[in-house]
Every structure is written in C-alpha cells, then in structure tokens.
C-alpha cells in the first residue's frame, strides 16, 4: 500500500473563513457529480492541516431498510457483491472486477436498491445511489485530487455540477510520496488577488 502524506498550509491573505474542499472525480461516473471527501474548516492564516492519500479503499453498502454493512478493504480490480444470506443483507467478496483498474460493487439482492459506497482513508470519497437488482457499480480514480473553496458543503455530501466547476485546481498526486499543498492570494481590496493551490516540498516516491 502507497501512502501519500499531505500538509495543507494556508498562506493567503484571505480574511473570509472559507471551507477547503477536496474531493476526487469516479472516471467511470455516469453524471457530473462528486462527493466531498475532505472539507478543512477553520484553518486560519498561517495554519495547517497534515492529512493522507492511500491506494487501499473500503466499499460498504446500504441497502433499502437503512442498514449499512461493514466496511471491507479493497483495491482496484476487486469485485464485491450485496446478498441475501441466513442473517440478513450482506456484502461479500466476489473475485475479480471486470477491469484491473476499478472496484466493482454489484446489488444481486433479489429485491430493494442499494447504495454502494467506496471510502479512502475512512472518509467516503464516491457514491452510487439506487443501484437496482443486478446492477452493478463501477469506481475508477486517477491520482488527482480537486481542491478549491466552498461554503456550507460537509464531508461525505454530493457535490454538484455547478459547485464542482468553481473548485477546478486540480493536482496530481502520481509518484509523490509527500507535499505541502500551499493556498495563497486572496485578500480585500485592489491588492486582492484569486486564491491558488500549488504543491510545494514535493518528495518523490
């Protein structure tokens, strides 16, 4: 397993208490949306905020009566499955995906949606609701990570279309072993200038 080691250092001149969103695009996602995996709150000028970036997930899945499975690791080429077994609703290994490049969750309940959920360093990173019987959800990411500002969006919460084209920065993350993600600009006034990310203290891997 890789891990990324990532420290988000605020070196702007903005004033507003802005929300820092990250979140990453599913390549094989049918719409435009994306959900909020990390949201970095009240990380005033001058402060930090160290977090991490591994290749190894968790799925988990929830199915129409509200109960949600365990969360089981898994990596790109794996295949999960929910079914009905003696206890109840439960998701299991399957074998291989279809792809050695996606994680692959398929509902093979004989009745009820699911949600299928893939989480990356135990937060949820991207979702797919109302996956019907014998359908199947199918996740494959990149190594970039999008990050820009936001208000009143909360970690695990879709984002939409309109939100996403704001928050456009995007940074890849291929052969890095660590970094500091660096926000400057910002500001009120002429002098005031648009909040930039850049990495900055790049080890390699």
Same mark, same amino acid.
């Given at each position: 397993?890789? +891990?990324?080691?990532?420290?988000?250092?605020? $070196?702007?001149?903005?004033? %507003?208490?802005?929300? /820092?969103?990250?979140?990453? $695009?599913?390549?094989?996602?049918?719409?435009?949306?994306?959900?909020?995996?990390?949201?970095?709150?009240?990380?005033?000028?001058?402060?930090?905020?160290?977090?991490?970036? =591994?290749?190894?997930?968790?799925?988990?899945? +929830?199915?129409?009566?509200?109960?949600? #499975?365990?969360?089981?690791?898994?990596?790109?080429?794996?295949?999960?499955?929910?079914? !009905?077994? *003696? =206890?109840?609703?439960?998701?299991?290994? *399957?074998?291989?995906?279809? @792809? @050695?490049?996606? +994680?692959?969750? &398929?509902?093979?309940?004989?009745?009820?949606?699911? =949600?299928?959920?893939?989480?990356?360093?135990?937060? !949820?990173?991207?979702?797919?609701? =109302? !996956?019907?019987? %014998?359908? *199947?959800?199918?996740?494959?990411?990149?190594?970039?990570?999008?990050?820009?500002?936001?208000?009143?969006?909360?970690?695990?919460? $879709?984002?939409?279309?309109?939100?996403?084209?704001? /928050?456009?920065?995007?940074?890849?993350?291929?052969?890095?072993?660590?970094?500091?993600? +660096?926000? #400057?600009?910002?500001?009120?006034?002429?002098?005031? *200038?648009?909040? #930039?990310?850049?990495? &900055?203290?790049?080890?390699?891997?």
């Amino acid at each position: 397993m890789s +891990v990324v080691q990532l420290n988000f250092i605020n $070196k702007s001149n903005e004033a %507003s208490n802005n929300e /820092i969103i990250i979140f990453q $695009k599913n390549q094989l996602s049918t719409d435009d949306s994306a959900v909020a995996w990390r949201v970095i709150q009240n990380c005033g000028i001058g402060d930090n905020h160290p977090f991490t970036f =591994s290749s190894v997930f968790s799925v988990s899945a +929830v199915d129409s009566y509200g109960n949600y #499975t365990p969360r089981l690791s898994a990596s790109m080429g794996q295949a999960f499955e929910m079914v !009905l077994a *003696k =206890s109840g609703d439960v998701l299991r290994y *399957k074998g291989a995906a279809s @792809s @050695s490049n996606e +994680v692959e969750l &398929e509902n093979n309940l004989s009745t009820g949606a699911i =949600s299928a959920e893939v989480y990356r360093d135990g937060k !949820l990173c991207a979702s797919q609701r =109302s !996956l019907e019987p %014998s359908s *199947k959800a199918a996740f494959q990411f990149n190594s970039q990570i999008y990050i820009g500002v936001g208000t009143q969006i909360m970690e695990g919460q $879709k984002i939409d279309a309109a939100v996403m084209s704001q /928050i456009n920065t995007e940074i890849n993350l291929f052969g890095i072993s660590s970094a500091d993600i +660096v926000m #400057t600009g910002g500001g009120s006034g002429a002098q005031a *200038k648009p909040l #930039t990310f850049s990495l &900055e203290n790049i080890e390699q891997t």
